[in-house]
Nanobody, 116 residues
């Protein structure tokens, strides 16, 4: 059974940093494009960043230059390094694995709270 488990969330002050990790099990990790999404209270889930099987990264404009996504195929893990965090970054962050639209999996999410 495929599982994606996020970790590394928490409470941080504005301007601080956090690193999220997402560990995948029971899947052929390196063939999936991986992504991070977030959902704030009362808002729709939105794309934050993606990293393709080939390592190509994309970012939402709101996090460009502050967040960095990376993957370590040997550890079946994708990371999201978040710097200069702002209160508007407060959300539940979800890990996503996508097989070119044919198959997708989601983690349960990790809460990130940024205090002003």
């Amino acid at each position: 059974q495929v599982q994606l488990v996020e970790s590394g969330g928490g409470l941080v002050q504005s301007g601080g940093s956090l690193r999220l990790s997402c560990k995948a099990t029971s899947m052929t990790f390196h063939i999936y494009d991986m992504g991070w999404y977030r959902q704030a209270p009362g808002k729709q889930r939105e794309l934050v960043a993606t990293v393709s099987t080939g390592g190509t990264q994309t970012y939402a404009e709101s996090v460009q230059a502050r967040f960095k996504v990376s993957r370590e195929n040997a550890k079946n893990t994708v990371y999201l390094e978040m710097n200069n965090l702002k209160p508007e970054d407060t959300a539940v962050y979800y890990c996503n694995a996508d097989l070119h639209g044919a198959l997708a999996f989601w983690g349960r999410g990790a809460q990130v709270t940024v205090s002003s």
